[in-house]
Structure formats: C-alpha cells, structure tokens
C-alpha cells in the first residue's frame, strides 16, 4: 500500500473541522484533505433541526442543518478535498493516519492531523440502572436521530432522565409530534441544560422538572412498561420510601456527552482527566507534536458558534506550525480555581493571544473570573451567575503574557 | 407585579426581571441588549416562539426534511402550526429556504426548508 503524503488531515467532517479546513485555506493552505465517516458532513447539527445557531456570527437565528450548510458551501466553494463514508480506524504519533472506506483502505502521512471527531454520549451501562432490558430507551442523540433523520416516532409516552439540552430540545420535539411527556429527572439539585432551554422546551410545554431525582428501576419485559423513580440526597443516595411508578413507553437518557478519544489515545496523546479529551496549549496542540484538536473532541461544547471560533484559533496555529517548527516557549501550566470544572488549554506557552474557556463545578452568584501570572491581573470578568451549563471565555491579548510563567484562573465572590 | 423570565432569543439567556402591571410594562431589567426588552414586553403581552419539525419527502435522498418557521408565531397557536405541518408531504429535490408552507394558519410566517434534499 501506498502511503499518501498531505500538509493537512482533518479527522471529521463536522462543525469543528469544517471551519479548522476553510480557515487553513484562507491562510492558503493548499493542501488539507477532511476525512469523514458519514456520507454527509455537517457532524451532529444535520439533526439539530432547532434554530437559534449563528445569532453572533450570522446575525441570523438559523437551525442546525442550515449553519452546518454555511460552512458546508465555504469547503465545497474552497476546492478543499473531502472524503465521505471513510472511517479513521487508526492514528500514530508519527501523524500516520489509516482510513478505511468500502473501496478499501488508505495510509497517509500528514504533517498536521486535526481531530475533530466530535463526541459520544453517556450510556446507560455509564450510568447503570437495575431492571431488565426492554426496548424503549435511547439516548438523547440517537432519540433525535431517529425522528429527525430517519423519521421514526420513538414512543408516545416518555420520561426523560438527565436535564441535559439535548434531552430538553427532546422533551419539546417529542410533545409537538403528539407524545406525552411525563417529566424530566434530574439527580443534580440544579438543571444541567441552558436556562433558555428549560423555558423554551419545559415550562412553555408545562413539562416538569424534578431536581435531586433519578430513576432507580426500569420495568417491561419485551417494551417499557414504566420507571420507578426516588429522590435523593445530597450524596445522590435514592432516599427510601419516596419511590414513585411513572408508566410510560420510552425512557430517554440525557447523561452526559464525553470527547471521542480512542483514536488520541492510539496515537499516545496525553488525556485531562477532568475535560476526559487532549490536553493542550493555546495552541491547540496536543502532547504530540503536530495533533491538533478542537470542538467536541477537545471538550464538550453547548454552543456551536464556540466551536467554529475554537477550531479557527487552532487553525492560525497550525498555519503557522506549517511554516516554521516552533522555537518553542517552554509550556507552563495553567492552574484552575477549585471551583472550576476545568480550562481549555490547560497551558500555556504566551507566544500568541489567549483565550480560556472554562465551567464553573456549581451554580454560583456574583462572582468575578480573573485570570492572573505572578501578582499581575490580566482580565476580570463579572458574573450575576454563573453555571455549569454555560461555558466562560476569558481573552488576554499575547503582549500582556509573560512566558515561561504559570497562570491562575481564580474565581472571587463578590 | 414582578416576574423572572429567561430570554430565549439568543444563547447568552439573560435572566430579566420585569416589573408590570395589568398590560403596562413599567421596567425591564438584566438584559445584555435591546431585543432583551422586546422580548420580555412580548412575553407578558402575547408570548411567542418559533418552531421547528421535519416534513416528508418523497423521492428524495432522505425521507424528511428539516423546517421552521420565518419567524415566531403566538405560542398558543403552535399546535395549530403542527397539525398543518405534519398534514404536509412533499416531491424531492427540496432547497435550503424553499417555502413550503406560506402564511402558516394566516399567521404571516413562511413555514421553510432547512436542508436540501436531493432526487434519489
Ligand atoms: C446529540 C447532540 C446534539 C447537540 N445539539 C446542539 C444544538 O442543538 N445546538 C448547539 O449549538 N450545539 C449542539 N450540540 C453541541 C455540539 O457540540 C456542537 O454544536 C457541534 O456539533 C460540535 O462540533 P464538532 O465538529 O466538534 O463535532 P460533531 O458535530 O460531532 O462532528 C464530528 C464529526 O466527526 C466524524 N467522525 C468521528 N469519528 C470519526 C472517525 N474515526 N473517522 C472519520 N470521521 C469521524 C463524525 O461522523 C462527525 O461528523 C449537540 C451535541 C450533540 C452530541
Ligand atoms: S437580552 Fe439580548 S443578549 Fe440577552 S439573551 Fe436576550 S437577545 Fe441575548
């Protein structure tokens, strides 16, 4: 087999490596090949059929299938090259990369691979719920995926475990096609999805919302039949003696989302145990040279107008990596606040802006998010509240960087 | 009387406190931009929201195309809308923007296409 050398792989065809792609051709980068293992691109928005995409990049609120169209046109209008309905099977860290596709399998060298696969969702084994196992529960994706790809009404009476967006957008999809939605279950005392979400989907629907909640049996032998749910305490214990039967014929699970990462991980690239994707500098690079990463694989984004301008900072980095080999500034870490889920990069080598995007770990009110190098501030930001739903970005401007200096991201209550 | 809301128009969800009474708002607050005010003045007036849902195709490369509307429509008539959109089957090829509804139920938005769906 014969090994095919590019300037640039890009491992999936979605939002985040749709914009790496026409951003590196807009530097004039000609060499870029994007290798996507569906036969369409656009990633996961082709079934986010909702609008409210693009507001700040568009001025227009678009669904998901018409922003993804957006830069579906740009790569197409670009000339990039593009394979669909090829699957990356394998990634060194010499930037080999192996594909696999019906007519066969195909070996590249690049000398930068981005990955920008996108990410999978918590399951029930990840979550582990007693019960026998009828037909009838899905995930939130592969619920939306059903009904707005592959037009199959999944149920007609549903439960929702899980206030992740996606579940809500569900919860909301699913009452306007004429199915009854009983409730959306939360074990968390505060709602994991958008507040926007919450209105819009729940409260406009009088769906409701049980915080401190989760299902503890699932019953029916060939189809669901119904769901036991408790509530919980503090340390998400089912507390005895509140169980409650639900009947309902479909139990969908919004549980969480985690970065695709077998393919980072074949290739040696160092994992945050916190984000669960690569860590990386500011510049997007992972712990092996020349792997860049962006998007969900990075780690798990709400909002995809975020990832389009995550993956076009990595691609002005990458640019540059394919112009000259970085004299390299040492890279020093940046610390997270404890009340900080993680950040994104974790750090830093100052030799370009920076921007840190963060999660706080719990709701909290009136606090201010500064980013500091020795006893310098270099940004504040104020919240009225803050939540773990909402991902905060934080910009310093290259020129007010020290290298070779830690940052600390700290969050002060006012 | 006082009341929170949580603007929807865009993702930044900014929590607005409106203060009315009977029809007549007397102040908004928390909102990051103008629409913020709108949005909250239409909301205890007359609330309104855009929707989205799929139409069949026949002869097409998928058997649904994704749609929504031109722009938000009073929120109680939002089954109205749906029953009309469900009623709807449409011939491939389908464009981006194609209007396959106009006025929906006279309420003076364009029920459109958001994916392009090509002849089998
Ligand atoms: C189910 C779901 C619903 C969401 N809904 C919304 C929403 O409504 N609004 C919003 O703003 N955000 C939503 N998000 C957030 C989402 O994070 C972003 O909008 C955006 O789609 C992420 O872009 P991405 O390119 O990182 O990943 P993706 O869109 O997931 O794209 C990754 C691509 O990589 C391909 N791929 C993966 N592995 C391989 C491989 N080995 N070889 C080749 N190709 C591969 C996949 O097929 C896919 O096309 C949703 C996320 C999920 C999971
Ligand atoms: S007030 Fe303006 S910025 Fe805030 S959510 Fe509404 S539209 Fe967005």
């Given at each position: 087999?014969?090994?095919?050398?590019?300037?640039?792989?890009?491992?999936?065809?979605?939002?985040?490596?749709?914009?790496?792609?026409?951003?590196?051709?807009?530097?004039?980068?000609?060499?870029?090949?994007?290798?996507?293992?569906?036969?369409?691109?656009?990633?996961?928005?082709?079934?986010?059929?909702?609008?409210?995409?693009?507001?700040?990049?568009?001025?227009?609120?678009?669904?998901?299938?018409?922003?993804?169209?957006?830069?579906?046109?740009?790569?197409?209008?670009?000339?990039?090259?593009?394979?669909?309905?090829?699957?990356?099977?394998?990634?060194?860290?010499?930037?080999?990369?192996?594909?696999?596709?019906?007519?066969?399998?195909?070996?590249?060298?690049?000398?930068?691979?981005?990955?920008?696969?996108?990410?999978?969702?918590?399951?029930?084994?990840?979550?582990?719920?007693?019960?026998?196992?009828?037909?009838?529960?899905?995930?939130?994706?592969?619920?939306?995926?059903?009904?707005?790809?592959?037009?199959?009404?999944?149920?007609?009476?549903?439960?929702?475990?899980?206030?992740?967006?996606?579940?809500?957008?569900?919860?909301?999809?699913?009452?306007?096609?004429?199915?009854?939605?009983?409730?959306?279950?939360?074990?968390?005392?505060?709602?994991?999805?958008?507040?926007?979400?919450?209105?819009?989907?729940?409260?406009?629907?009088?769906?409701?919302?049980?915080?401190?909640?989760?299902?503890?049996?699932?019953?029916?032998?060939?189809?669901?039949?119904?769901?036991?749910?408790?509530?919980?305490?503090?340390?998400?214990?089912?507390?005895?003696?509140?169980?409650?039967?639900?009947?309902?014929?479909?139990?969908?699970?919004?549980?969480?989302?985690?970065?695709?990462?077998?393919?980072?991980?074949?290739?040696?690239?160092?994992?945050?145990?916190?984000?669960?994707?690569?860590?990386?500098?500011?510049?997007?690079?992972?712990?092996?040279?020349?792997?860049?990463?962006?998007?969900?694989?990075?780690?798990?984004?709400?909002?995809?107008?975020?990832?389009?301008?995550?993956?076009?900072?990595?691609?002005?980095?990458?640019?540059?990596?394919?112009?000259?080999?970085?004299?390299?500034?040492?890279?020093?870490?940046?610390?997270?606040?404890?009340?900080?889920?993680?950040?994104?990069?974790?750090?830093?080598?100052?030799?370009?802006?920076?921007?840190?995007?963060?999660?706080?770990?719990?709701?909290?009110?009136?606090?201010?998010?500064?980013?500091?190098?020795?006893?310098?501030?270099?940004?504040?930001?104020r919240f009225r509240r803050a939540i773990p739903a909402e991902m905060i970005h934080l910009t310093v401007p290259k020129e007010k960087l020290v290298p070779g200096e830690p940052l600390k991201v700290v969050v002060e209550h006012e | 009387m006082n009341k929170?809301?949580?603007?929807?128009?865009?993702?930044?969800?900014?929590?607005?406190?409106?203060?009315?009474?009977?029809?007549?708002?007397?102040?908004?607050?928390?909102?990051?931009?103008?629409?913020?005010?709108?949005?909250?003045?239409?909301?205890?007036?007359?609330?309104?929201?855009?929707?989205?849902?799929?139409?069949?195709?026949?002869?097409?490369?998928?058997?649904?195309?994704?749609?929504?509307?031109?722009?938000?429509?009073?929120?109680?008539?939002?089954?109205?809308?749906?029953?009309?959109?469900?009623?709807?089957?449409?011939?491939?090829?389908?464009?981006?923007?194609?209007?396959?509804?106009?006025?929906?139920?006279?309420?003076?938005?364009?029920?459109?296409?958001?994916?392009?769906?090509?002849?089998?």
């Amino acid at each position: 087999m014969t090994t095919q050398n590019r300037s640039v792989i890009i491992i999936g065809g979605g939002p985040a490596g749709l914009a790496a792609a026409a951003a590196l051709r807009q530097q004039g980068v000609e060499d870029i090949l994007i290798l996507e293992r569906e036969h369409d691109l656009g990633g996961i928005l082709r079934q986010c059929i909702h609008d409210g995409f693009g507001l700040t990049r568009f001025k227009e609120a678009l669904s998901g299938p018409e922003y993804a169209a957006r830069f579906v046109d740009t790569v197409q209008q670009a000339g990039i090259e593009v394979m669909t309905d090829i699957t990356v099977t394998e990634l060194h860290a010499d930037r080999t990369v192996v594909a696999t596709a019906r007519s066969g399998r195909y070996v590249f060298k690049a000398q930068a691979v981005i990955l920008a696969m996108g990410c999978r969702e918590r399951t029930r084994g990840a979550i582990q719920i007693p019960g026998s196992r009828p037909a009838g529960v899905y995930t939130a994706g592969i619920a939306q995926a059903y009904m707005n790809l592959k037009n199959i009404m999944i149920g007609r009476s549903a439960v929702i475990l899980g206030s992740g967006d996606i579940g809500l957008i569900m919860a909301r999809r699913l009452t306007l096609e004429g199915a009854s939605v009983k409730g959306v279950f939360e074990i968390q005392p505060y709602p994991s999805g958008l507040p926007r979400n919450i209105t819009q989907c729940l409260d406009d629907y009088d769906i409701p919302l049980f915080l401190s909640h989760t299902v503890t049996a699932i019953h029916g032998t060939k189809r669901l039949t119904g769901v036991t749910v408790s509530q919980v305490d503090s340390s998400f214990r089912p507390i005895p003696d509140t169980e409650k039967e639900w009947t309902c014929d479909t139990l969908i699970l919004s549980v969480g989302l985690i970065p695709e990462n077998e393919l980072s991980k074949m290739a040696g690239v160092l994992l945050d145990p916190r984000t669960k994707g690569p860590r990386v500098d500011e510049h997007y690079q992972t712990s092996v040279a020349g792997i860049f990463a962006a998007g969900n694989v990075l780690h798990v984004h709400d909002l995809v107008d975020f990832v389009s301008l995550e993956a076009e900072r990595l691609a002005e980095s990458v640019g540059d990596y394919l112009k000259q080999a970085p004299a390299d500034e040492e890279a020093v870490p940046v610390e997270a606040d404890p009340e900080l889920a993680y950040t994104v990069p974790q750090l830093v080598r100052a030799d370009r802006d920076l921007t840190v995007s963060c999660r706080v770990r719990r709701p909290l009110n009136r606090v201010r998010i500064s980013i500091w190098q020795n006893d310098q501030k270099h940004v504040t930001r104020r919240f009225r509240r803050a939540i773990p739903a909402e991902m905060i970005h934080l910009t310093v401007p290259k020129e007010k960087l020290v290298p070779g200096e830690p940052l600390k991201v700290v969050v002060e209550h006012e | 009387m006082n009341k929170t809301l949580t603007c929807v128009i865009c993702p930044n969800g900014c929590q607005l406190t409106v203060d009315y009474e009977g029809v007549t708002i007397q102040s908004v607050e928390g909102a990051l931009c103008s629409k913020g005010n709108q949005y909250a003045e239409q909301e205890i007036l007359d609330p309104k929201r855009n929707i989205a849902s799929s139409v069949r195709v026949t002869g097409g490369k998928a058997p649904l195309v994704s749609v929504r509307l031109t722009g938000p429509i009073p929120k109680k008539k939002i089954f109205d809308v749906m029953a009309e959109i469900r009623a709807l089957s449409v011939a491939a090829p389908v464009e981006i923007g194609q209007v396959l509804i106009a006025d929906v139920s006279g309420l003076g938005q364009d029920v459109i296409a958001t994916k392009r769906i090509d002849r089998i």
